[in-house]
């Protein structure tokens, strides 16, 4: 029996790049000892005191369906906390509450696109940004932002991509490159979404991990909350990525389409996973801080390493919890390199050919392992770069 080309168009069939990824998990799987810098989530798990939170939530009772649009006080607590970044006023009827950051990427792609139309993402791109748009019955369309631009996206080459366009997905601080786009990053990208009428799809999932210069929403430039829709979530500035609690903020109409989505879809968040959230967003910035504190420690731990060597050039690592290197200067593409590493040295990273073509000759880094593992596996790193270029010199 045949499925829809919609679903069956979502991964687009072929070569994924997260080869080294599983071929990594199979040798854990066989005993091997493998140091993993792959995937984006914590080395800590929940705090205890969120789990706490959530257990007498759920033992007093709010354990069956809960407000579809997210409970009141999630919503209110969510406005306050954009109002209080963007300065646009913001109340709980611009907030869907969402399970999860990737499900409010769906339904902001859904509530902005018709099939046939074009949703664009900056390349290089988290894994499922193609295929959320795909899965829409939208096409997906890159726009690269350049490595020589230091993965600043540019005005220029988002309006000569936009024939067809209806929205624009961008995501600071950014995955996979650790980039954290500037004002005037920001302000070029506005003016290019005004001049060829775009939405905005602004991805902050990653708005507390910020090591340098300063987390802007889009939301907050002139003109640009009306035709801008955030997505955020609890997943990383929480340490709370299986509990799946993300939203949506937008103009009220948006919002209120999102809701007749959300009762067809979804049909809304878990109670004690929506009042555990607002305790976290209650605890304050310490707690975020806390979160965040292990990769601004590896950051600088990584920074010392890569400072004593020139085979590889960081990326501006301004944000979030990933490095990204430039290796080309081994002669080898991500993929080459990140599958020797891994079979020289059981150490495993991302190709920077996973997050698109802009990364080609790049790796990408999760800095989510101990400090004196992390250090010593970057050593290792940068130690097979080094001679893998002596390699490449001496052929
Ligand atoms: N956006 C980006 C850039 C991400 O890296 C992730 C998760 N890795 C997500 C969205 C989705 O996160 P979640 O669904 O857990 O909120």
């Known amino acids: 029996m045949k499925v829809s080309n919609r679903i069956s168009q979502i991964t687009a069939g072929g070569h994924d790049g997260w080869d080294v990824f599983y071929r990594a998990r199979r040798m854990v799987s066989a005993g091997h000892t493998v140091t993993e810098l792959t995937i984006g989530e914590h080395d800590t798990r929940t705090d205890i005191s969120i789990l706490r939170a959530m257990d007498h939530s759920a033992r007093n009772g709010h354990t ?12 209110d607590m969510v406005a306050a906390r954009t109002e209080a970044q963007t300065g646009v006023p913001t109340t709980r009827d611009n907030v ?18 018709d099939p046939g139309d074009v949703g664009l993402y900056i390349d290089p791109y988290y894994a499922t940004y193609p295929g959320t748009i795909r899965g829409v019955g939208a096409h997906a369309r890159p726009v690269q932002a350049q490595a ?39 302000e070029a990208i506005a003016g290019a979404c005004k001049r060829r009428d775009l939405w905005l799809i602004s991805d902050e999932v990653y708005d507390t991990q910020v090591w340098e210069g300063e987390h802007i929403s ?11 829709l955030v997505v955020g979530s609890m997943s990383k500035s929480h340490a709370m990525t299986g509990s799946r609690c993300g939203w949506v903020i937008g103009p009220e109409e948006v919002i209120a389409h999102l809701i007749n989505l959300a009762t067809h879809t979804t049909y809304g968040v878990p109670g004690f996973i929506q009042d555990a959230a607002c305790f976290a967003l209650n605890a304050g910035p310490e707690l975020e801080a806390g979160i965040a504190a292990p990769f601004r420690r590896r950051r600088a731990l990584a920074m010392e390493i890569l400072s004593k060597q020139n085979t590889i050039t960081l990326v501006p690592a301004q944000g979030a919890m ?15 390199f990140a599958n020797a590493l891994l079979d020289n040295h059981a150490i495993a990273v991302m190709p920077g050919e996973s997050f698109g073509r802009a990364a080609a000759g790049h790796i990408r880094v999760a800095m989510t ?9 970057l050593q290792t790193l940068c130690d097979f770069a080094a001679s893998q270029t002596k390699h490449s010199a001496a052929e």
């Open 64 to 75: 069956g369906y809960a407000m579809v649009p997210g409970t009141d006080q999630l919503r």
């Open 96 to 113: 869907l509450i969402t399970p999860g950051g990737q499900s409010a990427l769906f339904a902001a792609h859904m509530a902005l696109c």
């Open 148 to 186: 020589k631009h230091s993965f600043q996206p540019r005005a220029e080459d988002i309006e000569a991509a936009a024939d067809g366009a209806v929205s624009l997905l961008i995501n600071s601080p950014n995955n996979p490159t650790g980039v954290v786009y500037s004002h005037e990053t920001l």
């Open 218 to 228: 889009p939301r907050a430039l002139s003109d640009m909350a009306e035709r801008t």
């Open 322 to 336: 990933y490095l990204m290197l430039d290796i080309r200067a081994t002669g080898l593409s991500g993929e080459d």
């Open 369 to 377: 392992v101990e400090d004196a593992r992390f250090s010593q596996a």
